[in-house]
């Protein structure tokens, strides 16, 4: 059984189609990679060091665990349908004389692979940090290289539980789809809120050194109440219970193997209902009202777009967000609000940033940075239809423009209630995510035409491994820094004036980009 | 109606997949291409269409340069792919009015046409449930209806009878030959050789990117059976 599983994890590692010739694309983005993966671990010893120089390196271990699962938890979770289900060569992989139990293995394999490896990068710059503070020993360096292994796979485990939980649910509805992306949609905002919910329960003392170590009591005791195998780590690394890491081994391996157990009575019919679609065969021909080309290139993108959870929660992350900023915003006091930001910002700056920040988040809702991507293997269709490839583009940035928009205003107006802008500053609030709004559609189309990626066989290589959509989710976050940098360096300059400027800026941009991209042949 | 002169493709590494094909096809003309796999047929077809770009030659449509200007050569003309990999997360009928829109089809002749199509190929009950869950052969039909749709005066199609049920195959003969009658042409390419034999007015054999045979179907075989013309001019070159 283990050489068939590694024989199915290692045609799924070569079908991901890691090219062997390199030029100078492949060149860039491995640097991009390497780049963002040594961010990961400057900001992991960091944080481990920080921690020991202020005395909490008790906390280091609990966050050793918590960081790298609660990612893990996350991207697991959307991962689930593509990869553990309804992924393409399942009947293929199915019809072969393989236990279904090792294809799930192989398949389960495959993401704690992955995770596995961001995982080392974050614990073992970690260990680095908190050894330098904390006692060690042999044995407690060989606990924390043990536990690199195992800190994935109660989250990878536990996630594509809830991911298969919810696939289990939406397979018995009609609109599959649409409920799955629902349930998804509700669990994401939940996991947000949480986030943005446990700051509240910092308390309000401040910095002082003589309160440094009630803080970290505080903190070490609610992180290890929230998730105790945090709390047998720990203990197994410093020393004070060594069956407590054994505990945290076993639940580890036992919580993967609960899981095959489990997934593998049900993974049949979960792939069929996922995989077959219910037919009424009534259809009788009804009223058609004709549209403009650029309109049904739009209609398209609109049902291509609901029509898939991975795309829907992927690409629509920055406006839900922006949603909930804006909402959130009332639910915060002015004085919660300024401990939260740790510094003081006067407060006609603070609402000369908010345009920004709400512009950033617009921004990071691209779906024309994989649009023409995800045309796939439907690419002919387009190519070979008499429409104009300004046509084809304008549709499918009149989609993206859709959804950022109507967000973009509405959360504009929250805010804009909630921190009672007025003036120029409240123009400001209402142009600039508009202006961001284009610009930030414009360039994904342009990054789109940069760096296509036609031959997928899984939405998530294009929805979140390509490199258009990783340059299309920093983007907002790229422009907005040197604008909010403008904000702090003109200090009591109107900051109304200056956003209009900012806005002005950016549809410039908008404008350039287009001017390129019309003449691009796609 | 098509004028393919002096055309040629050549992939990255430098193979040719197709050399110096010239070939025409008149109104109501039904011309087979044949060849063996990888002859140079999908290649061919595709640059007609304007889903491949080449760089030498010239292909002409209804007298008009599909580099000089697609739009309007693909107005005029349909293109079904050997395996039409449709839009899955529409419905037959959203693609459809999909397909109208772009061609700009009025909507009371539209649905006139998709309702006739959709009864002739036995698919309008299907119409509204989602292309994901079409069979193989259902995907074929809703393809060609697609094309039908807005009467084209040039249809090409790569293997259009591979899924077809006979009788649905029958029907895109008789709808083959009706649109002849009415003056369009059809160009595609088959490896069923009998079908091609009876159907065709006119056909072409590719062989290694080069055309070796090109004609009047009567003048070509004489008394001889297209399989046999065929297996003689790919085995040893007329």
């Not at chain 1, 349930?183 to 509240?200: D, E, K, R």
């Not at chain 1, 290890?224 to 410093?238: D, E, L, S």
């Not at chain 2, 994901?132 to 293997?159: F, R, T």
Request: hydrophobic share 50%.
């Amino acid at each position: 059984m283990r050489s068939k599983c590694l024989l199915l994890v290692k045609i799924q590692i070569q079908n991901l189609g890691l090219k062997k010739k390199w030029g100078v694309k492949q060149i860039f983005l491995a640097a991009i990679y390497v780049i963002l993966l040594a961010m990961l671990a400057s900001y992991s010893f960091g944080l481990a060091f920080g921690l020991g120089f202020l005395g909490m390196e008790e906390l280091v271990p609990g966050c050793a665990v918590i960081l790298p699962g609660i990612v893990t938890f996350f991207f697991s979770m959307l991962k689930t349908n593509g990869i553990l289900f309804a992924y393409k060569d399942y009947e293929m992989l199915m019809s072969l004389p393989v236990p279904t139990r090792t294809v799930i293995a192989s398949r389960f394999l495959l993401m704690y692979l992955f995770h596995l490896g961001m995982t080392a990068f974050v614990l073992v710059p970690m260990g680095i940090g908190y050894f330098l503070w904390a006692e060690s020993s042999v044995m407690a360096v060989l606990i924390w290289i043990t536990g690199i292994f195992l800190i994935p796979l109660i989250p990878t485990a536990a996630a594509t539980l809830v991911g298969a939980g919810i696939i289990f649910i939406s397979a018995r509805f009609r609109r599959a789809n649409a409920v799955s992306t629902v349930l998804t949609v509700l669990l994401t905002m939940s996991v947000l809120i949480a986030s943005f919910g446990s700051t509240a329960v910092i308390p309000e003392e401040g910095f002082t050194p003589e309160q440094i170590g009630m803080i970290g009591k505080a903190l070490r005791d609610s992180i290890y109440q929230m998730y105790p195998p945090a709390n047998w780590f720990f203990r197994g690394v410093t020393g004070a219970g060594l069956m407590d890491f054994f505990l945290f081994a076993a639940l580890s391996v036992g919580v993967y193997l609960i899981f095959v157990v489990l997934v593998s009575k049900n993974y049949k019919k979960m792939n069929t209902a996922l995989m077959t679609h219910r037919t009424k065969g009534n259809y009788q021909v009804e009223k058609i009202t004709a549209k403009h080309p650029v309109t049904a290139i739009c209609q398209k993108e609109i049902r291509r777009f609901f029509g898939s959870t991975i795309y829907c929660v992927n690409m629509g992350i920055g406006v839900l967000m922006s949603l909930m900023l804006a909402v959130a915003s009332f639910f915060v006091s002015d004085a919660d609000l300024k401990r939260m930001l740790g510094v003081q910002i006067p407060e006609q700056m603070l609402k000369g940033i908010l345009p920004l920040i709400l512009g950033a988040l617009i921004m990071m809702t691209c779906t024309t940075s994989v649009s023409l991507s995800l045309e796939g293997k439907n690419l002919w269709i387009l190519k070979s239809l008499p429409i104009t490839k300004e046509e084809i583009y304008k549709g499918k940035m009149l989609f993206n423009l859709l959804l950022q928009i109507p967000t973009a205003l509405i959360s504009s107006a929250l805010l804009a209630v909630r921190f009672r802008v007025t003036g120029m500053t409240l123009i400001t609030l209402f142009v600039y995510p508009v202006a961001a709004a284009f610009a930030g559609t414009v360039w994904g189309l342009f990054i789109n035409l940069k760096l296509p990626v036609y031959n997928w066989t899984n939405e998530t290589t294009v929805v979140k491994q390509s490199a258009a959509s990783f340059f299309a989710l920093i983007f907002g976050i790229i422009v907005s820094i040197p604008f909010m940098g403008l904000i702090f360096f003109v200090g009591d300059v109107s900051v109304g004036v200056l956003g209009v400027a900012e806005a002005g800026v950016l549809l410039l941009i908008a404008a350039g980009l287009w001017s390129y991209c019309r003449r691009v042949e796609f | 109606m098509l004028r393919i002169e002096h055309f040629s493709k050549r992939y990255k590494g430098g193979k040719k997949a197709v050399d110096d094909l010239n070939l025409f096809v008149e109104a109501g003309d039904i011309y087979g291409f044949i060849g063996h796999n990888g002859a140079g047929k999908s290649t061919t077809i595709k640059s007609v269409a304007g889903v491949l770009e080449f760089e030498e030659g010239t292909i002409t449509i209804d007298g008009i340069d599909i580099k000089e200007n697609p739009v309007a050569c693909k107005k005029c003309m349909a293109y079904i792919p050997d395996n039409p990999d449709l839009y899955e997360h529409l419905t037959g009928i959203q693609y459809l009015n999909f397909i109208g829109d772009i061609f700009e089809v009025e909507a009371s002749v539209r649905k006139e046409r998709i309702q006739r199509y959709g009864d002739q190929f036995a698919l309008t009950g299907a119409l509204g449930d989602p292309v994901a869950s079409y069979s193989h052969g259902m995907k074929q039909k809703l393809a060609i209806i697609s094309a039908l749709i807005h009467e084209p005066k040039l249809m090409i199609l790569d293997e259009p009878f591979v899924g077809l049920d006979p009788k649905a195959t029958l029907l895109l003969k008789n709808t083959m030959h009706e649109m002849c009658r009415r003056g369009a042409a059809i160009f595609f390419s088959t490896h069923v050789l009998d079908v091609a034999e009876k159907l065709c007015n006119k056909v072409a054999i590719i062989k290694d990117g080069k055309l070796v045979v090109s004609g009047e179907m009567e003048s070509i075989l004489k008394d001889a059976s297209l399989e046999h013309l065929f297996m003689e001019v790919t085995e040893h070159e007329k």
